[in-house]
């Protein structure tokens, strides 16, 4: 049971490339979310899906699209990477339901735009 | 929307002594608080969580203890050891959507 796994871990772009971080869950959670943490900041909510074919917009979401074809899979593309979008990814997935439940989380992904 | 705040940044503690991590929130409807807890170079890993229906919850040397008339919530990790050093984050909640503290880097001197 692999959990929540995201690709690549580490990753080096260009200012105006574009790029898209992977992540696929295999626990048939119908939530998954995308983080980044940046220091003294915590943990801020870029994107979030209920389930396939839904999604939608967190706390910081310019810069950033998803999608969710799959329950699996739940992929954050970056449309032209800026230098303020350096950061430290992390998607996370739990189970959709009316009480809460815990969200596990990807390792992250380490993004460096220059 | 929701705002958590944590306290404090950061804590340096001896081998065996207790940590004390405080949060507050500010939405009423916030209705889950979990914590977790991040080792270097991985992801967030949770802890412990309690409910809003709960004012008290223990998991062997970490419990939690929540305040819903004042909107805090608090972190008690008793017998603290060196591989409790990590950086904490509270979290408040409701429909799955988290918002974080800014996190507490604990250190625990042997």
């Known amino acids: 049971n692999a959990g929540v796994t995201q690709t690549p871990k580490f990753q080096v772009l260009k200012t105006g490339q574009s790029m898209t971080l992977q992540c696929a869950q295999d626990?048939?959670?119908?939530?998954m979310s995308w983080y980044r943490q940046d220091p003294g900041m915590g943990l801020r909510l870029i994107h979030y899906s209920v389930g396939a074919g839904i999604t939608d917009q967190g706390e910081v979401p310019n810069g950033y699209n998803v999608s969710r074809s799959t329950t699996e899979d739940f992929p954050l593309r970056l449309l032209s990477a800026a230098p303020s979008q350096t950061s430290v990814y992390f998607c996370?997935?739990?189970?959709?339901?009316?009480?809460?439940?815990?969200?596990?989380f990807g390792q992250g992904t380490r993004l460096t735009v220059v | 929307g929701e705002n958590v705040e944590q306290h404090p940044s950061t804590l340096s503690v001896q081998e065996g002594d207790s940590a004390v991590i405080k949060c507050t929130y500010s939405d009423s409807a916030s209705n889950y608080f979990p914590w977790y807890k991040q080792e270097l170079g991985k992801g967030p890993q949770l802890i412990i969580d309690i409910r809003s229906n709960v004012g008290e919850k223990k998991d062997q040397r970490i419990a939690v203890t929540l305040n819903k008339t004042a909107k805090h919530f608090s972190l008690h990790i008793t017998e603290t050891q060196p591989e409790d050093s990590a950086v904490y984050f509270c979290?408040?909640?409701?429909?799955?959507?988290?918002?974080f503290g800014t996190g507490t880097r604990l250190l625990v001197s042997p």
């Open positions: 996370a997935s739990s189970y959709e339901g009316q009480m809460n439940t815990e969200a596990f």
């Open positions: 626990m048939n959670h119908e939530y």
């Open positions: 979290a408040a909640s409701r429909f799955q959507k988290l918002v």
